[in-house]
């Protein structure tokens, strides 16, 4: 079957069989590996992606179901050279080890901050408490979006500038 | 690598379409909502349909809305909206209980009450609380609209009554004055199937005594209402006593089995307490003494 979505704000087109997962025409059709592919089961989240904003598990949505949607994946974060201040935030509060989680854990931390820019420690433990990380790194995960939220995108740039000429 | 085994895949425009749909291509085809039960279920070819019919795009049935004493909810709203709804918490607490606890966040973005009700797991709690609270399912089919209540909806553990060729569309919850409810679930951590769960709803006389009780449980091998449990309170003001003797008699008509969760003693022990904790909260509720 024939299927259009968008992907990082880019229109793409393929070929498919009805029963391949949105996680694998990420990763294979389209050669997007940010997006990683864990458990299979949708319990570990590290597939984690967004469909019109809303994050998803990506191994349990066919990719024919995203098929006229907006997707959103790690790789879409970058805008022009900046990264998110999600992205900053895992950097400054060392918010990843291995870094298997990461890439579902930063969209899911997008998302909550595109709705929600202030949020508690309890509702950031609540959004991500459907993702694993198996370095057991949920502490500095937490400060990493926290950190986010204190930095939002239009001080992002200045901050890291401040660092940067005090390091 | 886990992916279903081939088949053939038809988006539904309406719901005349879906019935279409799934009587052309018969007990082979499928309907997938949020798809968070079916395809994992699809990947261990514990399903295997020819043809996977996706509603998604049926905007018209995810909907809450009042209409008199009734509280009618689309089949393919998601879990989140129900979650998220200041009416559905007033007027009906125990589905905002459930909600917190079904699945994850990420997974009540896509799943669906219609789903839930349809997969029909021994685990899922929004069929205890559509039990719990006597609501009333509507399924399409080419004949029209026909309206059961959940005892003859559900059919067993994975089966109900709604045919190949029918859709489940609507879901009616019936408003009662001087009543709540309340849900709680016993989980090893976040996302995984409950040890046990239990929900009750209760609605008071204008005299104090409790008019009606209905208690239900989860994943403990028992799918009816608890009536010895009910009886119990049903006609009396609450009383602690009583209480305890109602979660007593659950933790009795249960039939869990054991297994990586818990033994059978612990799983009744769970239907017990938690079968009194949410009578509390039911009754504290209905007085106005809880939110």
């Known amino acids: 079957m024939h299927v259009t979505m968008t992907v990082n704000g880019d229109e793409v087109e393929r070929d498919i069989e009805p029963r391949v997962l949105l996680v694998h025409f990420l990763r294979e059709n389209l050669g997007l590996t940010g997006t990683h592919w864990g458990c299979d089961t949708s319990n570990c989240g590290t597939c984690v992606v967004q469909i019109d904003g809303e994050p998803v598990k990506s191994c349990t949505v066919l990719a024919a179901m995203a098929d006229g949607h907006a997707v959103r994946t790690v790789e879409g974060l970058e805008v022009a050279g900046t990264v998110d201040p999600i992205q900053q935030g895992f950097m400054e509060e060392h918010g990843l080890q291995c870094g298997f989680c990461t890439p579902g854990m930063m969209l899911t931390a997008r998302a909550l901050l595109d709705e929600n820019p202030h949020p508690s420690e309890g509702e950031i433990r609540e959004a991500i408490s459907g993702q694993i990380c198996r370095c057991t790194g949920y502490a500095t995960i937490v400060r990493s979006i926290q950190w986010a939220a204190d930095h939002p995108a239009e001080t992002a740039d200045s901050t890291l500038e401040d660092e940067d000429v005090k390091a | ?291």
């Not at chain 2, 809305?65 to 709804?85: K, V």
């Not at chain 2, 059919?155 to 408003?175: D, K, M, Q, S």
């Not at chain 2, 608890?226 to 249960?254: D, H, N, Q």
Request: proline share 4%.
């Open chain 2, 1 to 291: 690598m886990q992916i279903p085994a081939p088949f053939d895949y038809a988006r539904a425009t309406s719901v005349d379409d879906a019935v279409a749909l799934l009587t052309r291509y018969g007990e082979d085809a499928h309907v997938i909502a949020g798809g968070h039960s079916l395809l994992p279920m699809m990947k261990l070819r514990l399903a295997r349909p020819d043809w996977v019919i996706d509603i998604n795009d049926l905007h018209d049935l995810d909907y809450i809305r009042r209409d008199g004493d009734q509280l009618r909810i689309g089949a393919l709203t998601r879990h989140r909206t129900l979650l998220e709804s200041a009416e559905v918490l007033s007027l009906f607490p125990i589905v905002t209980d459930a909600e917190r606890v079904v699945a994850d966040p990420i997974v009540r973005n896509r799943g669906t009450i219609g789903g839930s009700l349809c997969q029909a797991d021994p685990a899922e709690d929004l069929s205890t609380v559509c039990t719990v609270l006597g609501a009333e399912a509507v399924i399409h089919g080419a004949a029209g609209d026909r309206t059961i209540g959940m005892e003859e909806f559900h059919r067993g553990p994975y089966e109900t009554a709604v045919a190949f060729n029918e859709l489940l569309t609507e879901v009616r919850l019936t408003i009662r004055p001087r009543s709540s409810s309340a849900y709680e679930k016993v989980e090893r951590r976040v996302g995984d199937w409950a040890v046990a769960a239990a929900g009750a709803a209760v609605t008071f006389a204008d005299d104090g005594t409790l008019d009606d009780v209905a208690i239900g449980v989860t994943a403990v091998g028992l799918v009816n209402r608890v009536a010895s449990a009910e009886a119990v309170l049903r006609g009396e003001k609450p009383s602690e006593s009583a209480i305890a003797e109602a979660g007593r008699l659950t933790g009795e008509a249960v039939d869990p089995d054991a297994d990586q969760r818990g033994s059978v003693e612990y799983k009744r022990h769970l239907a017990n307490e938690l079968t009194q904790r949410v009578l509390r909260r039911a009754i504290a509720r209905a007085q106005g003494l809880e939110a």
